[in-house]
């Protein structure tokens, strides 16, 4: 099962992510993971994406390409794997496309998790946090019992920055604008399966296994 997940963020990407790989048993690939893994390990690709790092700028595509084609060629990923926040845009997955043509493996599914935007809007900032403990809350739908406190400790919750509204919109506002036209660029390839990211986790996942079916 080679598989790109798509979804907006607060869709529930990560979460049904876990799940897939306890099922079909194959990595979650991320490119910030991969991209900390070689500036560490000091690899030529990971001394060359640090030289933009350090400089505040962003990693060029080829550079991220050459990355994730690595990162696909090792052993774990010879059953499949989940490709997490990558491609980004639609150049990224024409490029993606020729390195899987090379390695003749082309992609099985690209899987979009749709979430209808007021309730990720809800869902994104309706999240608190325990200052003390750090356990999370959503004043949408899973409040504490007393505003403002935790259930668990008594400590005091706090609505980090990047949970604010106008913070949220923008990074919604940069998926639609990049990302959510990978929607139909997969669409035309007849890869794309499109579930509703709303019920309980496992209805959810339920839902994804069923149009994804086992390759």
């Known amino acids: 099962m080679r598989l790109v997940l798509l979804g907006a963020p607060g869709a529930g990407k990560g979460t049904q992510a876990k799940k897939l790989i306890e099922k079909y048993g194959i990595p979650q690939i991320s490119t910030g993971d991969i991209l900390r893994k070689a500036v560490a390990d000091g690899t030529p690709l990971g001394k060359e994406a640090k030289s933009y790092m350090d400089k505040g700028g962003l990693v060029p595509d080829s550079v991220v390409i050459g990355l994730v084609k690595e990162r696909l060629a090792q052993d774990d990923c010879k059953k499949g794997y989940i490709l997490d926040g990558f491609p980004r845009t639609t150049p990224q997955a024409e490029a993606l496309d020729k390195v899987l043509a090379d390695m003749k493996s082309p992609l099985d599914v690209a899987l979009s998790v749709d979430v209808d935007k007021n309730d990720l809007m809800k869902r994104l900032t309706g999240r608190r946090t325990c200052k003390s403990c750090q356990q999370m809350y959503n004043v949408y739908f899973s409040s504490p019992k007393k505003d403002g406190v935790c259930d668990k400790c008594g400590g005091q919750l706090f609505q980090r920055d990047d949970d604010k509204e106008e913070t949220i919109k923008n990074r919604l506002d940069v998926y639609e ?12 390839q007849n890869i794309l399966k499109s579930v509703v990211g709303v019920g309980s986790i496992d209805d959810i996942f339920n839902k994804i296994v069923a149009v994804i079916g086992t390759k």
């Open 177 to 188: 604008k990049s990302t959510a036209p990978l929607i139909d660029y997969y669409k035309k």
